[in-house]
Nanobody
Framework: QVQLVESGGGLVQAGDSLRVSCVAS????????MGWFRQAPGKEREFVAA???????????SYADSVKGRFTISRDKAKNTVYLQMISLEAEDTAVYYC?????????????????WGQGTQVTVSS
């Protein structure tokens, strides 16, 4: 099992920056990819970004089109932590942000492909 705990959410104004973090514990050696997803009220959970944690493609990143150029995913393997740096935040970025981990190689943007999920952290952007 892998446990994921997010932190760093909050209330910011449009145009501000914010960094959310996710610490993994447990059987972290089994993680292949870690991702960030978000879910706004009344909407489905959607992919934000992902980073390959291990394997041949270790360090490789992917982003949703809506956040390219504004969000950056990074990792600190020594701390078992993945970060999501967000700049130029918009009201449309308001959502609960979830950290997720998967044990296998495959599509990184598919919710069902992830094996472990955190409890989420709220990000609210006021316009």
């Amino acid at each position: 099992q892998v446990q994921l705990v997010e932190s760093g959410g909050g209330l910011v104004q449009a145009g501000d920056s914010l960094r959310v973090s996710c610490v993994a514990s447990g059987r972290t050696f089994s993680i292949y990819t870690m991702g960030w997803f978000r879910q706004a009220p009344g909407k489905e959970r959607e992919f934000v970004a992902a980073i390959n944690w291990s394997g041949y493609f270790s360090g490789g990143t992917s982003y949703a089109d809506s956040v390219k150029g504004r969000f950056t995913i990074s990792r600190d393997k020594a701390k078992n932590t993945v970060y999501l740096q967000m700049i130029s935040l918009e009201a449309e970025d308001t959502a609960v942000y979830y950290c997720a981990a998967r044990r296998t190689l495959g599509p990184v943007s598919t919710v069902a492909e992830y094996d472990y999920w955190g409890q989420g952290t709220q990000v609210t952007v006021s316009s």
